[in-house]
């Protein structure tokens, strides 16, 4: 006869995270800067946004500015793209040294990530090092219960405006990207779902 498996008790709570996939588009950013300042439902969002890529002419000083300012007015967290500002999973290199180089160059310029998710979803053992290393709240794992070190992505902005108004689990991390920012219907639809969910899960802590 199998042990049995002790339940784990989970505070009901919940997190929102933005994908900051272009941050120097000045269309999306403006909107997520209307949006994070908003605070929909009550809840600080996360910036999750890679460094800018040179190679791609992406400029360094408009990026630290916007990433002062999203961090002024909530948690950053790190969102590496390994390959390209529009491919995000690697193709190739050392992925796990590419997570601790731009950690290390975010910091040098005075910006302190606490989270990190891998671009495109990626991770592997050696990222997962990096990021217990550098101490990051890794939020790469999709579904799940929050553990040390980890706050899983449980909800996409289709899945949390489908959901919101039933069954929810006790933590839930709802997260979208900057583009979707764009698109006044998928907007409106997350700023309601974001009021719903606010009147229905606490901000986590």
Request: with cysteine.
């Amino acid at each position: 006869m199998r042990d049995s498996v002790p339940s784990v008790s989970v505070e009901p709570a919940a997190v929102v995270s933005c994908h900051l996939e272009q941050p120097l588009d000045d269309a999306s950013w403006a909107r997520f800067d209307v949006l994070q300042r908003r605070r929909p439902g009550g809840f600080d969002v996360i910036a999750l946004i890679r460094p800018p890529d040179p190679a791609h002419g992406e400029a360094e000083e408009p990026w630290l500015e916007r990433a002062r300012a999203a961090a002024a007015r909530a948690p950053l967290g790190l969102h590496t793209h390994w390959t390209s500002p529009t491919h995000a999973r690697p193709t190739g290199g050392d992925p796990a040294a590419r997570v601790r180089a731009e950690a290390a160059w975010m910091r040098e310029r005075g910006l302190d990530p606490a989270f990190f998710c891998g671009g495109g979803w990626y991770t592997d053992d050696a990222v997962r090092a990096a990021v217990h290393e550098l101490g990051l709240v890794d939020c790469t794992p999709r579904g799940g219960s929050p553990s040390p070190g980890i706050l899983p992505t449980t909800h996409s902005l289709g899945q949390l405006a489908r959901g919101v108004l039933g069954p929810l689990p006790p933590y839930v991390h709802a997260y979208f990207h900057d583009y979707d920012l764009l698109d006044a219907t998928r907007r409106t639809a997350l700023v309601a779902s974001l009021a719903v969910l606010g009147r229905r899960r606490p901000p986590a802590r």
